[in-house]
């Protein structure tokens, strides 16, 4: 029996499938714990494989690949090196099972399986997995580790069974995904695991993005007082040892101190954006992005993204100009574009659309203009982004916010067109909010310069799609604050037709926006993935059927 023991947490970031890939970063890991003094590293849920891996898990050739490799793994520690708390699929007795094994002394000395699959929001993974029986705690050292996998946080049962079965600290590998509430949910939780079974716990995340789900890391560590020792950073990978000894009453205490500011709600959430673009890019090897800059604060704001992402050198900004497009507009892009430092390409749109008015002259005859030219100027930018998108390689970024995608503000193969949105699920008014916070703070993780990243004209002046003389988005939309409101409590809240009254909002306003909500859905069916901030983000979250007679009216 030790009274001492050196947990290293390696907060990594995975690549999905690319097994080779996060078997070496599982190496160089262990490699710096090895050097710190380490006993044991802990890695993140399903770290082997990347996490969630979706269908992809069913595969069996993926599945055995990713036993080799943690027998391969296991294999290294015949070097008397650190444990590894390593985290995999494991297939057994016919059954697919989210797996924890401890590798020691050469070999896959005990494994657990994960017991509660959630089955929700961006979660499937009870069609997926098999649950595990209530799991029993791991000896190491002469200590008994109570491994429960994130989810088995969440609920008293897993926690329970493990401290009356002698357990004497919990640790929870986690794929955590991020939004602006989560933070306060895991401590929430970790709170309630340590205050019922009297034990401390230690909470390990990933960190990257996959997809449209962004993982933030922020692991933590909490003592059986409930204190917080250790606080690691989001946002990048870091490894930090954890020093823990056996108290005179047989208890564990970890004697480590390491706080990190978790950032206020902008400062997230623009870090989100960061980390979840720049993963996208680089995982699916894009050299880079291309995008529309109009003058406006979304393309502004995902520009700045971007290039925070990036690096100015892989973000190429297009203004296309139309005969509505305005001077202002256009001085606006090109500030922009010099505060970045970002390439910018002027490309006329109008011969294009002279183009279209010539060849659709006949069957259009005697028809007033509407939307549908509109539409057309819309198409023609989109049109020309993949044009250029497809010659030099770049992926197109849109740049489309949640209150449009949510009313069907935006133009199915226009603006909608592209590989990738980092506002897809940012309401209009927290861009306001977060271009504002960017302009006026910086991050070193940030590859962006400082300091300003766009003109404050960007953020103040009226909001315009500019496809019609003197156009403004309040000819079509109630004012972003009001339309927000809805917005929240008919997408986050699922808040009545009646509820949403009682709170203030005019009546026939309400009906009007839940009915574009629903009628647009066929347009969300088709557009990119982005990034998931809130908890009911397009897509994975929230599901909703196309054709959907109903309303809520009362």
């Known amino acids: 029996m030790t009274d001492q023991l050196k947990i290293a947490l390696a907060q990594a970031n995975p690549t999905l499938g690319d097994i080779e890939g996060n078997f070496a970063l599982a190496r160089a890991f262990r490699e710096e714990a090895e050097a710190l003094g380490a006993d044991i590293v802990v890695y993140p849920e399903l770290f082997l494989t990347g996490y969630p891996p979706e269908d992809l898990v069913t595969k069996p050739a993926f599945q055995r690949a990713a036993w080799k490799a943690m027998e391969d793994l296991a294999d290294m520690t015949l070097d008397g090196g650190p444990a590894m708390l390593m985290s ?3 297939v057994e007795e016919g059954k697919l099972y989210n797996a924890v094994c401890l590798l020691e002394a050469g070999k896959v000395s005990a494994r657990r399986f994960k017991n509660k ?16 029986p209530l799991p029993g705690p791991i000896p190491f050292k002469g200590v008994r580790l109570g491994v429960m996998i994130c989810e088995d946080m969440w609920f008293p049962e897993v926690a329970e069974c493990l401290a009356e079965t002698g357990a004497e600290m919990l640790i929870v590998p986690n794929g955590s995904p991020f939004d602006h509430a989560k933070s ?33 890391g922020a692991s933590f560590v909490m003592n059986a007082d409930r204190s917080l020792p250790v606080q690691m950073a989001s946002w990048k990978e870091s490894l930090v040892v954890t020093d823990w000894r056996r108290q005179a009453d047989g208890s564990w205490k970890c004697e480590t101190e ?47 993204v971007a290039v925070d992402a990036l690096g100015a050198e892989r973000v190429h900004c297009v203004m296309m100009p139309s005969k509505y497009t305005s001077t202002e507009s256009l001085d606006d892009a090109a500030e922009c574009a010099r505060l970045l430092g970002t390439r910018l390409d002027t490309i006329s749109i109008a011969p294009a659309v002279e183009a279209f008015d010539a060849m659709l002259e006949a069957p259009f005859a005697g028809l007033e203009p509407d939307i549908t030219e509109e539409n057309i100027q819309s198409r023609i930018r989109g049109m020309t982004l993949m044009a250029l998108s497809n010659k030099l390689g770049p992926m197109v970024l849109t740049t489309g916010n949640k209150s449009e995608m949510s009313v069907g503000y935006a133009t199915l193969y226009g603006d909608m ?9 940012v309401y209009k008014s927290t861009c306001f909010k977060l271009s504002t916070w960017r302009n006026t703070h910086f991050s070193p993780l940030f590859k962006g310069p400082e300091g300003a990243v766009m003109p404050q004209n960007v953020i103040t002046k009226p909001p315009t799609a500019e496809l019609r003389e003197d156009q403004k988005d ?20 699922e808040k009545s037709f009646k509820e949403l009254v009682e709170a203030g909002f005019e009546p026939a306003t309400v009906s009007r926006i839940q009915n574009l909500l629903y009628i647009a859905e066929y347009k969300r069916r088709q557009s990119p993935p982005g990034v998931k901030i809130s908890t009911k983000n397009f897509g994975r979250d929230r599901r909703y059927p196309i054709t959907n007679a109903f309303r809520d009216k009362r």
């Open 474 to 493: 309040e000819d079509s939309l109630p004012p972003y604050h009001i339309l927000d409101g809805i917005l929240y409590g008919l997408v986050e809240q």
């Open 258 to 304: 390491e706080l990190v500011d978790p950032g206020q709600p902008m400062e997230r959430i623009y870090h989100a954006m960061v980390l979840g673009l720049k993963d996208y890019v680089e995982k699916n090897r894009f050299p880079g992005v291309v995008l529309g800059l109009s003058g406006g604060i979304d393309s502004a704001l995902s520009a700045a």
């Open 117 to 132: 699959l959630p089955n929700y929001g961006v979660f499937d993974e009870l069609r997926i997995f098999e649950a595990g």
């Open 184 to 216: 306060d949910e895991r401590l929430n939780h970790a709170v309630h695991r340590v205050t019922e079974t009297g034990l401390p716990l230690v909470y390990l995340n990933q960190i990257g993005g996959q997809d449209e789900l962004v993982f933030d």
């Open 417 to 425: 067109c592209g590989g990738y949105s980092v506002l897809k699920d």
């Open 88 to 90: 995999a699929p494991m």
